[in-house]
């Protein structure tokens, strides 16, 4: 006899949630999971990390959500072992050899080959990925048999560390650590270094280590989380505008932030500007994000007043000014 699933009651939970993505997970997994332990009604990530890959994946909750586009162009940050000598069909781990080829490069020529993808490159984004061609995913031409044809791509890579080498051995790699803008794949790039390097290879182990404004060092795994009590996990939500770091500050009165929420724009001494979150007074509520055009402020993705009160009744220091808000 099955035992009845139990239902689990969600609510509305608003934030940012730090994950230390674990290994053989999607990243649509991973935030399912945490879903589920916080009992969040809405949910979505920024950015996919494949499963082979670990580290840091923000994933948002309730309002946050609305800001999430913002974190997609952050830079980013991962740690790598290219095994050299082996391709295979998915460029990592996961796929089957296709090929096999001695190593026997030199430490000097991989110094070279790793100068030559510093900055500005290229890359053909790889058949196994979430890239989409004529409405559909590359990674399912892939799994059916077919290549497609793909466009380059420029991306930039701004830093690429050696962190360790071992070029002669039953399993020569390549550790390093690469710093890159958006839409870099680094399964591509470590394909690229590795025929370059006159071997072939691929990627073995993927860690990301920071994204934007957050490092791993700030995360929590999934086994943390599910050891919390519910105060705890609630506890571990950054707040919704550590998505908005460097935009301008603007703070409205009790009658400007009612306006503002209805999508009036309101005139004001301010700057110019194109990144501008905008905050509530007594009590400091977030409001939204907005622009500044000629004086005027006009709104852009806004809080509802509902996200507002269920913020503020979820920060005990504000509770005893409810009745002021919004």
Known sequence: MNTPRTRVQRRPVHGVLLLDKPLGLSSNQALQKAKWLLRAEKAGHTGTLD????????????????????????????????????????????????????????AGTVVEVLDRFMGPISQVPPMHSALKKDGKALYEYAREGETV???????????????????????????????????????TL???????LGCGGHLSALRRVVTGPFAEAQCVSLAQLEVMDEVSRLAALQPVDVLLPGFTEVQLDKDSTDRFLNGVRRKGPWVDCDQVV???????????????????????????????QQILESSPATEPLLAEQV
């Open 190 to 196: 470590g394909e690229d270094i590795a025929e370059a």
């Open 149 to 187: 044809e793909r466009a380059a791509r420029n991306v930039e890579i701004h830093d690429l560390d050696l962190l360790d080498m071992q070029l002669q051995g039953d399993a020569p790699f390549l550790r390093l650590r690469v710093r890159c803008s958006k839409g870099t794949y680094i399964r």
């Open 278 to 308: 905008v905050y509530g007074e007594h009590p400091r509520a977030l409001l939204g994000t907005a622009v500044v055009h000629g004086g005027e402020l006009i709104p852009g993705r806004l809080l509802s007043p509902m996200e507002i």
């Open 51 to 106: 499963p082979l890959a670990t580290g840091v994946l923000p994933l948002c909750f309730g309002a946050a959500t609305k800001f999430s586009q913002q974190h997609l162009d952050a830079d980013k940050t991962y740690e790598t072992t290219v095994r050299l000598g082996l391709k295979t069909s998915t460029g990592d781990a996961e796929g089957d050899v296709i090929s096999v080829r001695e190593v026997s490069c030199s």
